[in-house]
């Protein structure tokens, strides 16, 4: 199993910036990719930023540009840079880890505030 911690949510204002953390802990070779989602009040949860095994990245339409997802494999962790947040960023977002070999698993933090003020 693959386990996630998670930190570096907070408030910020329009236009600045946070960086989220994911450290990963387990059977970390497993893993296939590593994403970030959000889930937004009453709204579905998304997918913000995903970066595979082989480093290959993608992200949504509404955070192109602005954020960027990378990883540390000596730390097993992997962060999210958001620049230029927006009131409409606010939500809380999760790491996301998807493992397995035969048979594909998620693993899920437990979710961080990100709350951009106006």
């Known amino acids: 199993q693959v386990q996630l911690e998670e930190s570096g949510g907070g408030l910020v204002q329009a236009g600045g910036s946070l960086r989220l953390s994911c450290a990963a802990s387990?059977?970390?070779?497993?893993?296939?990719?590593m994403g970030w989602y959000r889930r937004a009040p009453e709204k579905q949860r998304e997918l913000v930023a995903r970066?595979?095994?082989?480093?290959?990245?993608n992200y949504s339409d509404s955070v192109k540009g602005r954020f960027t997802i990378s990883r540390d494999n000596a730390k097993n962790t992997v962060y999210l840079q958001m620049d230029d947040l927006k009131p409409e960023d606010t939500a809380v977002y999760y790491c996301?880890?998807?493992?397995?070999?035969?048979?594909?698993?998620?693993?899920w933090g437990q979710g961080t505030q990100v709350t951009v003020s106006s």
């Open positions: 387990g059977s970390i070779f497993s893993i296939n990719a």
């Open positions: 970066i595979t095994r082989d480093g290959s990245t």
């Open positions: 996301n880890a998807r493992w397995g070999k035969i048979r594909e698993f998620d693993s």
